[in-house]
């Protein structure tokens, strides 16, 4: 039921359009599933629109076949798709189809959002002007990271895809980005849209720290006997995570008990564990493989340290997950991650500077009482990116987004 005349109704009815979805490896893909099943708790209607996975891409992630609970409001929608290479394996190209006219129309959104711009976010737009509603569009990708992949025309291609993906935004009615950073890029290039930043979500309660008895099972269980430093995330080149390990090998050569974990999977799996073999590091590096969230919280709780020197992060869910589970973290002073690690929880590093890295991760490491007064900040820093507060910032941005679409319309 609405309040004044005009107003948005209380439960909304929401069409979301991702080409990155469960059960793909990546901090959108969190980020989705976080909100939609918050917001459908609290008695919107979702619909989620996004590929079709094969059983092989359940199968990298270690997950049954098998649909997100994501609550009685909340439905997903496959698409047809073709395999789509990339760095977590498991990206899918959806195929033209009907499918989701007919799902717009017996849902009848208020409004359209759209949290990528490949295929399923084309679809997007169409969807929105069917239902002759606004759309709102997040941009999660910090698109000119990723021309490392086409070395031969990178400045062209960086220019091309950046003109592209200001286009498609330009096409949306209000437009959000999970930092700062993200948003002026998207001004850079020409976007000319109502913009605000709307953090990524992460969960709070799951991503705490663990008391010291807790650590200390844990850390058995981890078989951690020394410093303990850990990345997680897609074992991908844009991650930078050659860095790392170069970074680590100075860390190990003066402290020799120290180990590195990794957590994940990705195309540069094989490249990094040959960097690790060539560094003769094989004893003390360790992939450990795509985590269930739930170990990965217990993983970071038993740690000393958090690392990640990408440069292709707008914001990195998964270094705020680190910080939720009060660990002092060391990350490349590039992008999102300047505006998500404050200085009283780690450090900056520069970016490609495995020298910087290691001088930093051993000042936090050498200095206990330092780093738990990290930790403490970390936590409270975290605090401010829950679930349920992230949910509050979407239901107002949607209900200004409907208020501002109904204020043209009568114009």
């Known amino acids: ?15 979301v359009f991702t080409d990155n979805f469960h059960p793909e490896l990546g901090g959108i893909q969190d980020s989705i599933l976080a909100s939609a099943r918050e917001l459908a708790a ?32 909340a439905t997903v929608l496959r698409l047809r798709s073709l395999p789509l290479p990339s760095s977590s394996q498991q990206s899918r190209l959806a195929l033209p189809g009907g499918a989701w006219r007919r799902e717009i ?18 679809q997007a737009l169409r969807a929105a002007r069917r239902a002759g509603v606004p759309v709102v569009g997040t941009n999660h990708w910090s698109v000119g990271a990723f021309d490392l992949y086409a070395p031969l025309a990178r400045n062209a291609l960086r220019r091309a895809a ?23 890029d998207l001004l850079r290039h020409g976007l000319r849209r109502p913009c605000r930043v709307v953090s990524n979500p992460i969960d709070t309660t799951l991503f705490h720290p663990l008391d010291e008895a807790g650590r200390m099972r844990a850390r058995q269980r981890w078989r951690l006997d020394g410093p303990a430093i850990v990345y997680a995330g897609r074992l991908a080149r844009e991650k930078n995570i050659d860095v790392l390990i170069d970074a680590f090998a100075q860390v190990h050569a003066r402290q020799p008990r120290a180990t590195l ?7 540069a799996r094989r490249a990094l564990a040959e960097r690790v073999r060539e560094r003769a590091l094989a004893h003390a590096v360790h992939f450990v493989g795509t985590l269930p969230h739930a170990d990965l919280a217990e993983l970071l709780g038993a740690a000393d340290a958090f690392a990640i020197a990408s440069k292709s992060e707008t914001q990195s869910m998964v270094l705020l997950q680190a910080l939720a ?8 002073r590039w992008g999102g991650l300047t505006e998500h690690l404050p200085e009283q929880a780690g450090r900056l590093a520069a970016a490609d500077d495995p020298r910087d890295f290691a001088e930093s ?24 990116f829950g679930i349920a507060a992230i949910a509050d910032a979407w239901e107002q941005f949607y209900r200004e987004t409907l208020q501002e679409s109904a204020r043209r319309s009568t114009i």
Do not use: K
């Open 361 to 384: 991760l051993l000042a936090v490491l050498a200095d206990e009482p330092a780093r738990r007064r990290m930790g403490a900040h970390a936590r409270r820093h975290a605090e401010g």
């Open 325 to 332: 589970c009060g660990l002092p973290a060391v990350g490349a």
């Open 1 to 15: 039921m609405s309040g004044r005349p005009g107003d948005p109704p209380r439960a909304l009815r929401l069409a």
């Open 105 to 122: 129309d017996r849902l009848r959104p208020h409004l359209v959002h759209t949290h990528t711009f490949l295929s399923v976010g084309l």
């Open 261 to 267: 974990l990794l957590a994940g999977h990705g195309s």
């Open 42 to 73: 609290r008695g919107h209607r979702i619909v989620v629109f996004a590929p079709a996975a094969s059983a092989r891409d359940y199968a990298r992630a270690g997950l049954p076949v098998a649909e997100p609970d994501l609550g009685a409001n």
């Open 162 to 184: 950046l003109a592209a993906v200001g286009r498609y935004y330009q096409a949306c009615d209000r437009v959000t980005g999970p930092s700062r950073y993200t948003i002026d």
